[in-house]
T-cell receptor, first 112, second 112 residues
Framework: SQKIEQNSEALNIQEGKTATLTCNYT??????LQWYRQDPGRGPVFLLL?????KEKRKERLKVTFDTTLKQSLFHITASQPADSATYLC???????????FGSGTRLLVRP | DVKVTQSSRYLVKRTGEKVFLECVQD?????MFWYRQDPGLGLRLIYF???????EKGDIPEGYSVSREKKERFSLILESASTNQTSMYLC???????????FGPGTRLLVL
């Protein structure tokens, strides 16, 4: 069955460093991948979408890569700030399917 | 500003009660979704709707039903609440298959 894995351990980094979060998947060929941010007690907020024919996408301090051979996406936050502390979720989607498959998320803690 | 609202942030119910969770979106989106989120399990799709009066089962529909009488409103019904339905419930909407998905703030349901 389809499986999506994100590191369940929290990532703890110093302010100003680059945070890199990983999303791996198996038994699936997604047409696109999305990243969301979720703060405690709140709903996820969409950040970025990357399609299968795109290698990299950027938005301000955020960068996402998508390697369909490795079945992996990396999510980078450069010049991280304490306000970036949150849980980050990746989600995979098919070509015409409305279903998104979500990972369980990785918690990021940015120390001042 | 786009908005998805949910009827309650917190809800406490007794085993066997019928529970209604309501979701309203103001973006005229075709597609609406109900998820539940549990620690370590990520977001799991309960039901989704791609049009008024149309619905499809997600991955965990047992014990739930839905209603979509108007385009902007999607209701989740727990016919007879059980303790294993204690969870965070998230509603979402989006227009197309590869579009941004917008989430509501979530309803934290406790079934005693």
């Amino acid at each position: 069955s389809q499986k999506i894995e994100q590191n369940s351990e929290a990532l703890n980094i110093q302010e100003g460093k680059t945070a890199t979060l990983t999303c791996n998947y198996t038994n699936y060929s997604p047409a696109y991948l999305q990243w969301y941010r979720q703060d405690p007690g709140r709903g996820p907020v969409f950040l970025l979408l990357i399609r299968e024919n795109e290698k990299e996408k950027r938005k301000e301090r955020l960068k996402v890569t998508f390697d369909t051979t490795l079945k992996q996406s990396l999510f980078h936050i450069t010049a991280s700030q304490p306000a970036d502390s949150a849980t980050y979720l990746c989600a995979l989607g098919g070509d015409s399917s409305y279903k998104l498959i979500f990972g369980s998320g990785t918690r990021l803690l940015v120390r001042p | 500003d786009v908005k998805v609202t949910q009827s309650s942030r917190y809800l406490v119910k007794r085993t066997g009660e019928k529970v209604f969770l309501e979701c309203v979106q103001d973006m005229d989106h075709e597609n609406m979704f109900w998820y539940r989120q549990d620690p370590g399990l990520g977001l799991r799709l309960i039901y989704f709707s791609y049009d008024v009066k149309m619905k499809e089962k997600g991955d965990i529909p047992e014990g739930y039903s839905v209603s979509r009488e108007k385009k902007e409103r999607f209701s989740l019904i727990l016919e007879s609440a059980s303790t294993n339905q204690t969870s965070m419930y998230l509603c979402a909407s989006r227009q197309g298959a590869q579009e941004t998905q917008y989430f509501g703030p979530g309803t934290r349901l406790l079934v005693l």
